[in-house]
């Protein structure tokens, strides 16, 4: 089945370094999605990517999908103690409408 | 609007017991989900609903039942519970599954389950 591996599992920095997690597929995905959990929180729709390519940007966050659309990037620029959490991928393949298949997430931590 | 609310958002029970956990949307979303997250294991779906009146398992049913009530509560029920479903469990919405776009997922603050 689809699998979607997600890395670094843990990261840690310090207030105003930059920080970037990928996630990997298995399979080519129709779409990709990420999503910001803090702690003791629930997750939280960041973002959805759909083309080839494609690169969107939010404030400090870039998002990229990979041009053979079975990878993905997030990447945060001179990071923030508001950027703690876990953020998840979850990639959706063409052949199977519901299954949103969820990366493990990577867990960020920000150093004062 | 309160979004996608879940009750209760604790529990403890012991092995064998059943419980319900009850998940609303007040956002005339067509479908609904329960997720179940564990550490290191990200969310895994147990099953969700496309659209009132349809159920359909996910990754990890074994254990669980559901029930689409209406088209804003969905839920999930637990008949004999075992240790290994001691979780974290989230119910979610979409505004419509089965359309490209309409993916994005609103999720509930979640029940922390305890089964001893």
């Known amino acids: 089945g689809q699998q979607v591996m997600q890395i670094p599992q843990y990261q840690h920095v310090q207030e105003g370094e930059d920080f970037t997690t990928y996630c990997n597929s298995s399979t080519t995905l129709s779409n990709i999605q990420w999503y910001k959990q803090r702690p003791g929180g629930h997750p939280v729709f960041l973002i959805q990517?759909?083309?080839?390519?494609e690169v969107k940007k939010q404030k400090r966050l870039t998002f990229q999908f990979g041009e053979a659309k079975k990878n993905s990037s997030l990447h945060i620029t001179a990071t923030q103690t508001t950027d703690v959490g876990t953020y998840f991928c979850a990639g959706k393949s063409g052949g199977s409408n519901y299954k949103l298949t969820f990366g493990k997430g990577t867990l960020l931590t920000v150093n004062p | 609007n309160a979004g996608v609310t879940q009750t209760p958002k604790f529990q403890v029970l012991k092995t064998g017991q059943s419980m319900t956990l009850q998940c609303a949307q007040d956002m005339n979303h067509n479908s609904m989900y329960w997720y179940r997250q564990d550490p290191g294991m990200g969310l895994r779906l147990i099953y969700y609903?496309?659209?009132?009146?349809?159920?359909d398992k996910g990754e990890v049913p074994n254990g669980y039942n559901v029930s689409r009530l209406n088209k804003r509560e969905f839920s999930l029920r637990l008949e004999s519970a075992a240790p290994s479903q001691t979780s974290v469990y989230f119910c979610?919405?979409?505004?419509?599954?089965?359309?490209?776009?309409?993916?994005?997922?609103?999720f509930g603050s979640g029940t922390q389950l305890s089964v001893l």
């Open positions: 609903s496309a659209s009132e009146g349809t159920t």
């Open positions: 979610a919405s979409s505004e419509y599954m089965l359309i490209r776009g309409n993916e994005k997922l609103f």
């Open positions: 990517l759909v083309k080839s390519g």
